[in-house]
Structures are given as structure tokens and as C-alpha cells.
């Protein structure tokens, strides 16, 4: 697990090579590198010590799969100190240790290389360096946000602790995070002996007496209104809803002010705080365990090899067409990018294009390489390019009659064993597949825009639709890099049905009165990105105006305050969405939007409003019960397709775990009661199922 | 009540520009003080054995502020041994928080003389410097909402629907009252000179007054704020605690808010039987005193139920009093108030505010006592009300009135 090795000049080289995956911190590892550091300590023939990594990576991190399990904060306390008196030891145990960068390093792995005396890294855009616990919300708690701040500064560690992201070693040189970079792999262990001959200091700048953080003086205006500044970022940016970055601000600033060893453990009862926190637990399980397992292709049904797509057709060169080509494009797919014109298809290819030259501007991609990415998309108007494709996905407009003529022209191109996708977003997949010859080869794959953003793929399974096409799908959209879930057939399917609630709820609120900056400061509150009424101007009033009347000549009847709301915006008062300039907000030009002042004359505004709580349950609780619906009709398979579908696909807030994750954040027997409460003032709509009221009274919970 | 609380005697310094172009930044905050405290005793010719204690209103309590400095300034200007001090923070309404604190002792029978006041050299210990909790501390200001005060400012104004020229006519106005008040010598009374190490005069006037000063000429003045609240975060802050608003429209700028400057004073509040063992007349007495906590996010709207609780405590109504002074921390500040409790400009801040004049955090609140009392006797009316808004939601006001 920790090779173990002595040069001719008396240095330990350390080297990491956990058996199975990547390199991480957990019980076994760590046991086995204090117990080859007590080695290297008490061997009075050995110098120095280096610490490296056997695999192409350095150490990724800690051990969630235990963190995860855990439940009490002792715990959680002895699994943090039995780290801390490993690092300790490395930094006060009177030899130098040196850290050799050779790959990307992150969480525990830096806080790991922050307690060695020294860094040296490799010099390569792969090596990249960061803290990636926020993300998953948690906070680097063996040390990080000790020895980063005590090493570089507290202004300097902020950024890299609070944001999540990732850096390079150039970046993390200029930072002084490493001491030294090297060009090649092989001057790394060298170099990190060269610094333990030529007399490296065992000691860390915090164990020296009269030790200062570097930077401002901590009792000044300047760090005052830094961390004012600090915290003001994180209030907007999580509206308070993740515990991680207040307690990262907490650990600086409460932590600069002791010595490190009560810092340490300051540092690890915030830690516990947080990492017990239902929000860490539920992104855990969300954002790391389901994500992995999808992006595995948990998804795709047993005993089909892999089949990945070497021809791709699109049909339609639109904003979602050309996204697609742009996609597969990218991780070298030939694509068949066809629109009626030649210079519709071409306008499709320019789109990435575009997108390419950004990325050359800005140093990451080259022209070589853009030249070969855009060999990749073939425009055309030609049905006849598409002979040979083993997938075509059609990307025109959601009219029925037109996505049948495109499936049979397609059908006909198509190679043997071909599978072909609908991008809806709306229309169900199963009436779509009786335009097709081959209804078992025929799939939904609804992409989300911008398609090159947006990772979620939601696939459509259509009465007919067969497994074979269902693997060919998920290889597919794990070709391109992307995150599948799988749902089953019926309107809006599952993202676009849940997606509708959110909007129409926003719509039922400002119907009953309620101040639309309050429902919209509500929603973002709640953690949505975007308020009801403006995604509704973005997405287009007009549209959602067309899927009612679509739906009603469908003969379902949706009367009631939300329509009220859209034929109002629409029939009577002429405001479309962002795109017209109007809607629920107006769109000054060089000026931020503002809501339109006259909606208040068509809405009336109550004179008692609600409470904002009050509010963001509204607009939470009805998006979670309507998933729940979709578990129970079977329109999803899982709870964690539902929590990735949501995250991924609308910006449902991560700090819940997901949509319905969402339930057990609240608790399902207070959920419940909400809903009652809620199906007697706003609606049956908010009606809990007979299941969920079962679950209730037992105590249940959705996982 | 055990005894009526009386105020004999104010001073002040006048205020210098808080900055290190300002006339009193060479001056030491314990100088400041002792100028001050010197004055008091020398007009009043005041046998100082008989002032039990000196209360000091100081916020940035750091470095040479730090360590009771109204103990030092006692030392230094050759008080009586017997006589205490003790420094508090109250924020802005630090210097009348000690002029009530030394009221109350008085009317609890517990001292008979004191001398109340504050003390603050901003061009010295910039507001901050000592860390200031309750903004420094991420917990404080992320989960309990904090903003910074302009922020707060805005807030106001936009719930208000103040708008920018309005709130810029107001600061105009303080400019104008400001300049005919100092020019007319309405300020004479109570302004001691400060002389530097050498004896020569470093400030003996109010510093910060422009009497050209136009709404015009403030209109093209950046708000302060706007980049703050809108890239800083604290916009959204305010906003989740305020969720009806759906933007905060940045008003305030430097030349609608109260300056940053340096400046001393003390008030000497007695009993009737200190007065006439020290042979001194009252100029009035102190009827009573309201302290609020008000919701922190909005946090600058605590002198409207402040005044309300004095009058109340004072068995008055808004109609009783003569004259206000409510401290121009931001224009919105006293315009609020206004609209709030149906006062007209013309009995508020009639000299000007400090917006025009600077407000040096801990020693306003004891000024603006001298200030409304020169005011009425110079006018010959008799009821006086002075407030400020206070950091973190809090308000306070005293009522006086001439003998």
C-alpha cells in the first residue's frame, strides 16, 4: 500500500500505490503511512523522506464511503485526530519530508502535501491541485483551512478553499503552494532530494515562535472587511443553505487566531458539524455515489457489449442540433449535422466554430487540434449523407408531423441495427415511434440547453422502445461524456413534467396575490437558480402558452389560475417572454431587467403576503411530490435518477441531495403534513399520495 | 426618580476632516479628550474632587483609544485622583449613551456629578481597525445577516421610495443650514479650540462644512454602495431578509452621508445639589431616555421607536418637543424619521446634521446635546430631542429641557 524504498543517500521515498482505484486517505492507508513514516523517523540513517505517488495520479482525496457511514461526532472526531497526529508527526518529527507532486491532487491530498516541509510538483496541465470538499459539502477538515492560510496567506487561500475549483501547479507555484516545479517525471524525485540534501528545514513556519500569517495583519481594517467581503460572497452565492463555506470562513477566522494545534481541532469540530449535516449526507449520496454510478452506465440493461456510436446523424441544425453535433464532435464522433438549406446546416457548424475560437482565445485549445474537432461535423442538406449512421438523433421543431417525415427519411438512411432518438422535450415518445418502421429502435434522448453545458441526458423509453436501443443510448451518452438518466414514457416525461410544476406554481402564486418579488426572492432563497416568472420569460411565455393548448387539444383539462396567468400574458396583454423584450419582466436595454410594474394591475397584489418560508415551500414541495408521483406511476425508475435528473437538468438546489432527496431534507412525515395543509389552501395539486401518507405514519423515508 | 438629572455644562472640540490631510490628526484621541475635559473645568471653574466618574463613548477601541482612554484623558488633564472613568461602545450612539448612563446614575440617587461624552479620531483608528465583530466575523454577518450600514441605508431608502434626488437635496440643505449656523456663530458656545504640542491652534471650526454644496453638484457623485451590495453579495443578504424587494437602489454616496472625522465631547450632568455646592446654574434637565433593538439586516431605523419610548417614559408627545436632533448618518436616516413621525424638516437638525458637519462615531451623540441646547437658548424654546441610529439595529434618544 506504501512502498517503502531507501536511496544511496539515505533518503525514504514513501510512494503511494493503494491496491484497486486511486490513491485516497482512509483508515488502512493512513495506518500504513504512519507506520512507514515511524520507520523512516527512527531509522538514524536516513535523512529526509519523500512522499510520492505509484499511479499516474497523487492521492484524490478521503474516504467519503466511510465518511458517509459515519453518524456520531465522536466518531468522526477520532477518525479526523488519527490524521492530524499522522501530519503532525511529519511536520515535527525532525526530518524533512518532501512532497513529489507527480499528479492531480486533491482534498486530503493536499492537506496532505500542506503538512510536508516541502513541495515539488511536475510540471503539467494534468496536475491539477485543489479542494473539491465544497463541492460535495464538506470543507477540507484535516487541516486544509490551517495550513493553507498559515502557508500562503489568507487572502490567497480563500478563493481555492471556498470555491471548489481546481488549479494548476504553475498556478499553485505562483500561489506558494509548491516550492518547486520540475519539466519531467523524472527530475521530480531529484529534485525533491536535492532540497533534503542542500539542508531543507524539518519545520513548519507555524512551529516557529512568534510565527505570523503571512499577508495583512489580522486585527485590521483590511482582513475586517475581507472577511465581510468573504462572507457577503457566500451569503449570495448559497443564500445560506450550505453549511461548508460559513464554516470554512468560521475555521480562518477563529482558527488564525490560535496555534496550530488548537487550530487543528477547532477546524475538526466544525468539521464534524458539517460533515453530519443532512446536506453534506444527501450531496454525498447524490453529487459522488449516484453520479458515479450513472456516469458508470449503471443504467444500461445487462448483456449488451459496448456499441459505440461511429456515425452520427442530427437532424435539424438548430440551437439543440448543432449542441449535439458539437458534443459528439468533440470526443471525435463523424457528424452528420442535416438541415433543409445547406446554409442552415452550415450555421449549425458555426456554432461551434464559435465556441472553438473562445477556447483558443483563451489558451485551450489549439488551431490544430479546433481543425480536427470541426473535420468532425459534416453540414449538409443531403439525406443521402446520412446513409450508414448507427444513430440519428432529429432536432427540429416539436411538431409531430414533421418529426415523422424526419424519422422516415432518416429510417431509410440508417445502418443495420441503427437506433433512432427524438430530442423532445414534450411530445411522448411512444406516439413519435409510430411514424418508425423499427418502434423498438426508436428512443427519446432529450438534451438540455446549451447541449455543450449541460451534462444531463434524459432518455426516453417509448412502449416499443427495446433494450438493445436503451445500451446503445447509454453508450452513447457516455461517449459524450455525459450523465444519463432513464425514465419511462408519458408527458413531459419526468424533467420537463417537474420542470412545468415549478413554473405554474410560480404562476398560481402571483394568481393568488402574492408580490412577484417576493415569489421570486423565494425561489432563489430556496436555492433555485431563477425565479419562476423569469425562467418563464426565458423559456418563453408563448411556448408554454402553445404546450397548454397543445395539451388541451390533447383533451386534458388544466383549467385553473396558472392557465388563467398564460392566456392573460399572452391573449390580452401581448408579452411573450425575454425574447420579445416583455413578459413578466420588462428588458431595458443596457440596464438590468426589472418586473414589469403593470403585472401588478392584472394580478393584484393581497394585502396580508405570506411568509417567504411559506413561499419556498410552495414552489419546493409541489416540484418533490409531483417526482414522487413519477416513482410511484413508474415514469422513473429510481429516486436517484430523479435527484440527478433534477440537479443536472433544472438547477435543482444540491444542497436537498435532490427532488427527492428533498423529501427526506424535510422529513417525510412534515412533508406530508405540508401537503395536506397545502391541497386545503392552494389545491389538490399538493394532494400526498396514499403510499406517502403510509410511509408517513410509519416512519418511513424515501431511501 | 430620586433626584432631576441636570445638564450644567458642554463642550466640544470642533470637527476635523477624518483623514490624514485633517487638521486634528496630529492630535492623539486622549489629547482630544483631555481638550475637552480641560474646558469644562476651566470655565465652570470646577473643583474636579467632586466628579465621581467621566463615562466615554469610544468605538474603535484600539491602540491609543484602547485601555479606557477616558480614565487617561482624567489623568492627563490633571483631574482629581478620586474621579473614575470608563469607556463603552454603543456604536454610534456611544456618546449619548453615556450622557444617559450618567443621567440615570444621578436620578438613581447613586453619584451626583458626572461628566459624560465621547471621544474618536477616525483619521487615526479608521473604523475597523479593531476587527469589529459584529461585520468581521463571517458567522455574524453570513447566517445572521449583517450587511454593511449603507447597504442598510439603501434599504431604507428603497423600501421608502426615496430616491437619489431626494435624498441629494436633503445633504444639500444640511450643507446650507451647516455654513449660515457656523458663519452666524451658533456653534460659538460650545466649541473649544484644539492647539497642537506647541501650543499653536490646530482647528477651532468645523471642518467639513461646503457651502456651495448643490443637489446638482451631488448628482454626479458614485454611490458608494452599489458595488458592495451588487458584486459583494450583500444586496442578495438584505434582500433574503427583505424578500419583497426586488432590488436595493443604491442612493447613498460620500456627500449624502455623514463624514468621517475627529472630534471630543463632554457634557456635565449633575444633581441640584451638585450644582449649588459647585455654584453653577442649569442650563436644563434631562427629562428622559429611550434605548431599541430593532431588526439588524434594515438596522438604521431604531430612532423613531427610540423617541417614541422616550416620550413615553417623559409623559410627552411629539408635539411637545421644540427642537430635533437626529444624526444625519446617511440622509435617509432623518428623512425616514420624518416621514415616520410626521416631524417637518424645519424642527429637525435646524444647524445642520452630519452630513455636512461629520460624525466622529463615539462623541456625536454628546454633541448634538450641545448642539439642540445652544439651539434653544439661542432661540429661547425649551424641549429638545436628540437621536441617532446605532450598528447592529439599535436606536437611542434623550429628551432635554431648558430650566
Not at chain 1, 439525406?383 to 450508414?388: N, T
Not at chain 1, 395539486?685 to 396514499?690: A, K, Q, V
Not at chain 2, 427629562?287 to 431605523?301: A, H, K, Q
Amino acid at each position: 500500500m506504501i512502498q517503502y524504498t531507501i536511496d544511496q543517500d539515505g533518503v525514504a521515498i514513501l510512494t503511494w500505490n493503494l491496491p484497486g482505484g486511486a490513491n485516497i486517505l482512509n483508515a488502512a492507508s493512513v495506518l500504513a503511512f504512519s507506520d512507514a513514516l515511524e520507520n523512516a523517523l527512527s531509522d538514524p540513517t536516513i535523512c529526509g523522506i519523500i512522499v510520492t505517488s505509484a499511479k499516474e495520479t497523487f492521492i484524490l482525496g478521503g474516504d467519503l464511503k466511510a465518511l458517509y457511514a459515519l453518524e456520531d461526532a465522536d466518531q468522526v472526531m477520532v477518525m479526523g485526530r488519527a490524521i492530524h497526529k499522522v501530519f503532525r508527526r511529519m511536520e515535527t518529527g525532525g526530518k524533512p519530508v518532501v512532497a513529489a507532486i507527480n499528479g492531480m491532487t486533491l482534498g486530503g491530498g493536499m492537506e496532505l502535501v500542506l503538512a510536508c516541509h516541502h513541495r515539488v510538483a511536475l510540471n503539467d496541465p494534468v496536475v491539477q491541485l485543489g479542494f473539491p470538499e465544497v463541492t460535495l459539502g464538506l470543507f477540507p477538515g484535516a487541516g486544509g483551512t490551517q495550513r493553507l492560510p498559515r502557508l500562503i496567506g489568507l487572502q490567497a487561500a480563500m478563493q481555492p478553499l471556498l470555491l471548489g475549483r481546481n488549479m494548476d501547479v504553475a498556478r499553485g507555484k505562483a500561489l506558494g503552494i509548491i516550492g518547486t516545479l520540475v519539466a519531467t517525471r523524472e527530475e521530480l524525485i531529484p529534485a525533491a532530494k536535492d532540497w533534503i540534501l542542500k539542508g531543507g528545514k524539518a519545520v513548519q513556519p507555524w512551529d516557529i515562535k512568534g510565527f505570523k500569517t503571512p499577508g495583512a495583519e489580522l486585527a485590521s481594517v483590511d482582513v475586517t472587511f475581507l472577511y465581510a467581503g468573504a462572507a457577503g460572497m457566500v451569503r449570495q452565492q448559497g443564500f445560506g443553505n450550505y453549511p461548508a463555506p460559513n464554516a470554512i470562513l468560521s475555521c480562518l477566522y477563529e482558527g488564525l487566531l490560535m496555534n496550530i494545534d488548537e487550530a487543528l481541532e477547532l477546524e475538526l469540530r466544525y468539521f464534524v458539524k458539517v460533515a453530519l449535516s443532512t446536506q453534506a449526507k444527501h450531496m454525498i449520496r447524490t453529487l459522488w455515489f449516484s453520479m458515479n454510478k450513472a456516469k458508470a452506465g449503471i443504467a444500461k440493461p445487462h448483456g449488451f457489449e459496448a456499441n459505440n456510436v461511429r456515425k452520427l446523424g442530427v437532424v435539424g441544425a438548430g440551437m439543440m442540433g448543432a449542441g449535439i453535433a458539437y458534443a459528439s464532435a468533440k470526443v471525435g464522433i463523424t457528424s452528420v449535422l442535416k438541415d433543409v438549406t445547406i446554409s442552415a446546416a452550415e450555421a449549425g457548424k458555426d456554432f461551434s466554430s464559435k465556441l472553438l475560437a473562445e477556447q483558443i482565445e483563451k489558451g485551450r485549445m489549439t488551431q490544430e487540434k479546433a481543425d480536427k474537432f470541426m473535420s468532425k461535423i459534416i453540414p449538409t442538406c443531403d439525406a443521402a449523407d446520412l446513409d450508414g449512421c448507427d444513430l440519428i438523433v432529429e432536432a427540429v421543431f416539436e411538431d409531430r408531423s414533421l418529426k415523422a417525415l424526419v424519422t422516415q427519411e432518416a429510417e431509410a438512411r440508417m445502418a443495420d441495427g441503427a437506433v433512432f432518438a427524438s430530442n423532445t422535450s414534450t411530445l411522448p415518445i411512444t406516439g413519435l415511434a409510430s411514424a418508425s418502421k423499427m418502434p423498438a429502435n426508436f428512443i427519446g434522448l432529450h438534451f438540455f440547453s446549451p447541449v455543450d453545458k449541460m451534462q444531463l441526458v434524459e432518455v426516453i423509453m417509448g412502449q416499443e422502445t427495446s433494450d438493445y436501443a436503451l445500451a446503445k443510448s447509454i453508450d452513447f451518452v457516455l461517449q459524450i461524456k455525459k450523465v444519463p438518466i432513464v425514465v419511462n414514457d408519458s408527458r413531459g416525461f419526468f424533467t420537463s413534467r417537474i420542470f412545468k410544476t415549478y413554473v405554474t406554481e410560480g404562476f398560481e402564486l402571483l394568481a393568488a396575490g402574492v408580490k412577484p418579488a417576493l415569489i421570486e426572492n423565494a425561489a432563489k432563497a430556496a436555492g433555485m437558480p431563477v425565479g419562476p416568472l423569469a425562467i418563464a420569460d426565458e423559456v418563453s411565455i408563448e411556448l408554454l402558452y402553445k404546450i397548454f393548448k397543445q395539451t388541451e387539444a390533447d383533451g386534458i383539462v388544466q383549467d385553473g389560475p396558472a392557465k388563467d396567468v398564460i392566456f392573460t400574458m399572452i391573449e390580452r396583454l401581448d408579452r411573450k417572454g425575454k425574447k420579445e423584450g416583455k413578459g413578466f419582466y420588462d428588458y431595458p436595454e443596457g440596464d438590468k431587467k426589472r418586473i414589469w410594474p403593470g403585472l401588478v394591475d392584472y394580478f393584484p397584489v393581497a394585502a396580508q403576503q405570506p411568509d417567504v418560508e411559506l413561499v419556498k415551500q410552495r414552489l419546493m414541495h409541489l416540484q418533490a411530490l409531483e417526482s414522487w408521483r413519477c416513482l410511484e406511476e413508474g415514469v422513473l425508475r429510481s429516486a436517484e435518477d430523479a435527484d440527478i435528473g433534477s440537479i443536472l437538468g433544472w438547477g435543482f438546489p444540491p444542497y436537498t441531495g435532490g427532488v427527492l432527496s428533498y423529501i427526506d431534507f424535510v422529513g417525510l412525515p412534515k412533508f406530508v403534513q405540508d401537503c395536506d395543509t397545502f391541497s386545503l389552501s392552494a389545491g389538490k395539486r399538493y394532494s400526498p399520495t396514499e403510499k406517502l401518507k403510509n410511509m408517513a405514519v410509519n416512519g418511513q423515508s424515501v431511501y | 426618580m430620586m433626584q432631576e438629572a441636570y445638564i450644567y455644562d458642554a463642550v466640544r472640540t470642533p470637527r476635523g476632516r477624518g483623514r490624514k490631510d485633517g487638521s486634528l490628526h496630529g492630535i492623539k484621541s486622549v489629547s482630544l479628550l483631555s481638550t475637552v475635559l480641560n474646558a469644562l473645568r476651566d470655565r465652570n471653574h470646577l473643583d474636579t474632587s467632586l466628579v465621581e466618574d467621566v463615562i466615554i463613548g469610544c468605538v474603535t477601541q484600539v491602540g491609543e483609544q484602547s485601555g479606557d482612554v477616558a480614565k487617561s484623558a482624567a489623568i492627563k488633564s490633571g483631574y482629581s485622583d478620586a474621579v473614575a472613568g470608563v469607556t463603552l461602545n454603543r456604536f454610534c450612539g456611544s456618546g449619548l449613551e453615556s450622557v444617559n448612563q450618567a443621567a440615570a446614575y444621578i436620578m438613581s440617587g447613586q453619584m451626583d456629578l458626572l461628566v459624560a461624552g465621547g471621544v474618536e479620531s477616525m483619521s487615526r483608528n479608521p473604523m475597523g481597525s479593531d476587527g469589529f465583530g459584529l461585520l468581521g466575523d463571517p458567522e455574524m454577518t453570513s447566517t445572521h445577516r449583517i450587511v454593511p450600514q449603507g447597504i442598510s441605508a439603501d434599504l431604507i431608502a428603497t423600501m421608502d421610495g426615496v430616491g437619489r434626488r431626494d435624498v441629494d437635496l436633503f445633504a444639500a440643505e444640511s450643507h446650507r443650514r451647516a455654513a449660515i449656523a457656523q458663519s452666524q456663530g451658533y456653534f460659538a458656545r460650545s466649541i473649544v479650540p484644539v492647539y497642537d504640542v506647541a501650543g499653536l491652534i490646530a482647528l477651532d471650526r468645523d471642518e467639513t462644512i461646503r457651502k456651495e454644496t448643490t443637489a446638482d453638484g451631488l448628482a454626479s457623485l458614485r454611490p458608494s454602495f452599489a458595488i458592495m451590495g451588487e458584486q459583494g453579495g450583500y444586496d442578495t443578504v438584505a434582500i433574503q431578509r427583505y424578500p419583497e424587494v426586488e432590488r436595493i437602489d443604491h442612493v447613498h454616496h460620500a456627500g449624502n452621508s455623514s463624514g468621517l472625522v475627529d472630534g471630543a465631547s463632554v457634557v456635565l450632568i449633575g444633581s441640584k445639589s451638585a450644582g449649588k455646592k459647585l455654584g453653577l446654574n442649569p442650563r436644563a434637565r434631562i427629562r428622559s431616555f429611550g434605548i431599541v433593538g430593532t431588526e439588524p439586516t434594515i438596522m438604521l431605523v431604531g430612532p423613531g421607536p427610540a423617541s417614541r419610548k422616550a416620550l413615553q417614559k417623559a409623559g410627552m408627545q411629539l408635539a411637545d418637543i421644540d427642537l430635533f436632533e437626529v444624526n444625519e448618518a446617511f440622509a435617509i436616516v432623518p428623512m425616514h424619521f420624518m416621514r415616520e413621525l410626521g416631524v417637518s424638516h424645519d424642527r429637525v437638525n435646524v444647524n445642520g446634521g452630519a452630513i455636512a458637519l461629520g460624525h466622529p462615531l463615539g462623541a456625536t451623540g454628546a454633541m448634538l446635546i450641545g448642539t439642540v441646547l445652544d439651539e434653544l437658548e439661542r432661540r429661547n424654546l425649551q424641549t429638545g430631542l436628540v437621536t441617532l441610529c446605532i450598528g447592529g439595529g439599535m436606536g437611542i434618544a434623550t429628551i432635554i429641557e431648558r430650566v
